[in-house]
């Protein structure tokens, strides 16, 4: 137990601190566990309400400095890509689109003659 009573105060401050970050760690990982719950399971209508609270879960914690922003942007990534695989299971029955037509090769255009510059004319001053 420290002595000074700036040490003190520290002790709880960080006790406090703790407190706040360990539920700020919670609720983001209780928002994570929905959306894979709803990605996994058979409800695919409540994925994209559960991605968007997620998505605000991770950015709250980033704010806070709970997690570092470049693991919430990794994590947001990897939510879309999740929610988008959820979805394309869903319309994989869909038609596949006809094959283009291959381009022909587009005849280049023709140079353009460039135009001499003209010598610049100098106005003689008037003299006093």
């Known amino acids: 137990m420290p ?6 105060k520290r002790v709880r ?3 406090k601190a703790a407190v ?3 539920k700020t760690k919670r609720s983001l990982k ?12 058979s409800d695919k209508k409540k994925t994209a309400a559960a991605q968007s609270s997620a998505q605000s879960a991770i950015d ?31 319309k ?20 353009k003659k460039v135009a001499a ?3 610049a004319v100098k106005k003689a001053a008037p003299k006093k």
């Not at 002595?3 to 003190?8: D, L, N, P, T, W």
């Not at 209780?30 to 399971?41: I, P, W």
């Open 30 to 41: 209780s928002a994570l566990k929905a959306f894979h719950h709803t990605v996994t399971g």
């Open 60 to 90: 709250k914690a980033a704010k806070k400095n709970v997690i570092h922003k470049n693991k919430a942007a990794r994590q947001k990534s990897q939510l879309a890509a999740k929610a988008k695989a959820a979805a394309g299971v869903e």
């Open 92 to 111: 994989k029955a869909a038609p596949a689109k006809k094959a283009a037509a291959p381009k022909k090769a587009a005849a280049k255009p023709a140079a």
């Open 20 to 22: 706040r970050n360990s």
């Open 3 to 8: 002595i000074i009573k700036s040490a003190k």
């Open 13 to 15: 401050v960080a006790k």
């Open 117 to 119: 510059k003209k010598p």
